[in-house]
């Protein structure tokens, strides 16, 4: 499978015990069926701008990663747009680099330049680039750990603030050849001019679609599309637009209030289960991570099942580059997490080390390197707290990232090298490798042996937990990876 993993799709997995259809398959195929394009939303949309002869803009991340879009999805976006009798349409993109190899983004801009070009068969058609920056530098940010983000995403997308380029391929060369070291994910943010004018600013009576799929980073910008009640920061004039997601976002939070495609529907999830049988839990994670062992792990539900039976902590993350302090929040949830297990008020602790994941996404080897042994001494701090307090251990992961570090030939699977500095060339994505999973038992608090089902995966983790709790899993959940003697 040449897809990989990601965050949101493996919480999903784990804390839900089945695999559901995700964003990805559910974009491609209602956008394949024309469901998306007959949807009210969609058509509303459409006859706005057609009525008011006002732009159709697109947000979001420019790539094929398949992690939270698809530029296939922004392309036929377009096409259909046109189709539909649209006449002006912008992107506002953002450069990748992490779900795709670091500095690729002239890829996809160079592709997606040559696609508006085709469109523009006759001289009313008006369809271009707008607007970008990379992705950890603007508009995407989550879990609202960085609003200035997003303030700048709307000053850069909807305002046509910022330095001023004639055309993207023309601001990455520049912005490149000022800081060579520089990857796509963390490019400065651009705006495209025409006759030293912001070529496509978010107006009055405009319509807008964030086109990613993925929710996490496409909240707060849809915050501050939609909420009359808006603190974040100044907006400027409060603009007549319609606004829709790709999909919803959140489902409990109702973000956006309109979107194209319905979000997968998942039930019965091992933290809904647990809550009904009396059990006490704790989510822990810092800020990067807290809404993958809450939000995610829930199926995509916001807030707890039960008050009384759910305690989430978040450990505020550091507003820095990973790379600089690769150590980030690990020793602090350690503690938190030690703390909860001698305080015996919990009978089911989850917990995520955002360390592989962030860090591994700079690049960085030596960074990667600090990140993933401070994981190792948290590790082995609560395996001594575990085995103090009889209990039992899962370590997995819901990917792979500070596994593989470097670009590998696709044939050979061999390291490629720079050509120009002999080094090897940095890898940011994240890998395709299967995940670990240990199971660490060390007072024999529950008799078992491995499973001889050899088709397993992460999915499997939500029965096993139930099953060293003592609960039979249900029926449609993924089999567990033990069997209890």
């Keep these: 499978?040449?897809?990989?993993?990601?965050?949101?799709?493996?919480?999903?997995?784990?804390?839900?015990?089945?695999?559901?259809?995700?964003?990805?398959?559910?974009?491609?195929?209602?956008?394949?069926?024309?469901?998306?394009?007959?949807?009210?939303?969609?058509?509303?949309?459409?006859?706005?701008?057609?009525?008011?002869?006002?732009?159709?803009?697109?947000?979001?991340?420019?790539?094929?990663?398949?992690v939270h879009s698809h530029i296939d999805h922004l392309e036929a976006l377009l096409a259909e747009a046109k189709k539909q009798g649209v006449k002006k349409a912008c992107a506002h993109i953002l450069l990748d680099g992490r779900d795709v190899p670091p500095t690729s983004a002239l890829e996809y801009v160079n592709r997606l330049e040559n696609f508006l070009a085709a469109l523009k068969d006759d001289s009313d058609i008006d369809f271009a680039i707008a607007s970008g920056g990379g992705r950890m530098k603007i508009t995407m940010d989550r879990y609202q750990a960085n609003w200035q983000l997003v303030e700048l995403g709307w000053k850069t997308h909807v305002l046509g603030e910022g330095r001023t380029?004639?055309?993207?391929?023309?601001?990455?060369?520049?912005?490149?050849?000022?800081?060579?070291?520089?990857?796509?994910?963390?490019?400065?943010?651009?705006?495209?001019?025409?006759?030293?004018?912001?070529?496509?600013?978010?107006?009055?009576?405009?319509?807008?679609?964030?086109?990613?799929?993925?929710g996490d980073r496409a909240i707060e910008m849809s915050v501050a599309f939609e909420n009359e009640d808006f603190d974040k920061f100044s907006r400027g004039p409060r603009l007549n637009v319609k606004y829709a997601g790709m999909m919803q976002y959140d489902g409990d939070a109702l973000i956006p209030k309109k979107y194209l495609v319905d979000p997968p529907g998942i039930d019965r999830t091992m933290g809904e289960y647990l809550v009904k049988a009396g059990i006490k839990q704790l989510a822990i994670s810092e800020t990067q991570k807290f809404g993958h062992v809450t939000y995610f792990f829930n199926g995509n539900r916001s807030g707890k099942f039960d008050e009384s039976m759910e305690n989430y902590i978040e450990i505020p993350s550091d507003i820095v580059p990973y790379e600089e302090r690769p150590w980030m929040k690990a020793a602090e949830i350690t503690d938190?997490?030690?703390?909860?297990?001698?305080?015996?008020?919990?009978?089911?602790?989850?917990?995520?080390?955002?360390?592989?994941?962030?860090?591994?996404?700079?690049?960085?080897?030596?960074?990667?390197?600090?990140?993933?042994?401070?994981?190792?001494?948290?590790?082995?701090?609560?395996?001594?707290?575990?085995?103090?307090?009889?209990?039992?251990?899962?370590?997995?992961?819901?990917?792979?990232?500070?596994?593989?570090?470097?670009?590998?030939?696709?044939?050979?699977?061999?390291?490629?090298?720079?050509?120009?500095?002999?080094?090897?060339?940095?890898?940011?994505?994240?890998?395709?490798?299967?995940?670990?999973?240990?199971?660490?038992?060390p007072t024999g608090t529950v008799k078992m042996k491995l499973s001889d089902n050899n088709d397993l995966g992460i999915s499997s983790l939500a029965a096993t937990c139930l099953k060293l709790l003592g609960f039979e899993p249900p029926q449609d959940y993924t089999p567990s990876i033990i069997d209890l003697n």
């Design 165 to 214: 380029f004639e055309s993207a391929s023309e601001a990455i060369g520049i912005l490149r050849q000022e800081n060579p070291k520089v990857i796509d994910q963390d490019l400065p943010p651009f705006v495209i001019a025409r006759n030293k004018n912001p070529l496509g600013p978010i107006t009055e009576n405009d319509s807008v679609i964030f086109f990613n799929f993925r």
């Design 1 to 66: 499978d040449e897809d990989m993993g990601n965050s949101e799709i493996g919480h999903n997995a784990i804390g839900c015990g089945r695999v559901f259809e995700q964003g990805a398959s559910l974009v491609k195929n209602a956008i394949e069926n024309g469901n998306l394009f007959d949807g009210v939303i969609w058509q509303e949309l459409i006859d706005n701008v057609n009525t008011h002869h006002s732009r159709l803009h697109f947000i979001g991340l420019l790539s094929n990663g398949n």
């Design 336 to 441: 938190k997490v030690i703390e909860a297990i001698q305080g015996g008020d919990y009978q089911f602790i989850r917990l995520n080390y955002a360390n592989g994941d962030m860090v591994g996404h700079t690049g960085v080897p030596d960074a990667v390197e600090i990140a993933v042994e401070t994981v190792d001494l948290c590790l082995a701090r609560l395996l001594d707290a575990v085995k103090e307090a009889n209990g039992v251990l899962i370590v997995t992961a819901d990917h792979g990232n500070s596994d593989d570090m470097f670009q590998r030939d696709k044939k050979s699977g061999e390291v490629v090298f720079d050509e120009q500095t002999g080094n090897p060339k940095p890898k940011t994505a994240h890998s395709l490798n299967p995940v670990p999973v240990y199971i660490f038992n």
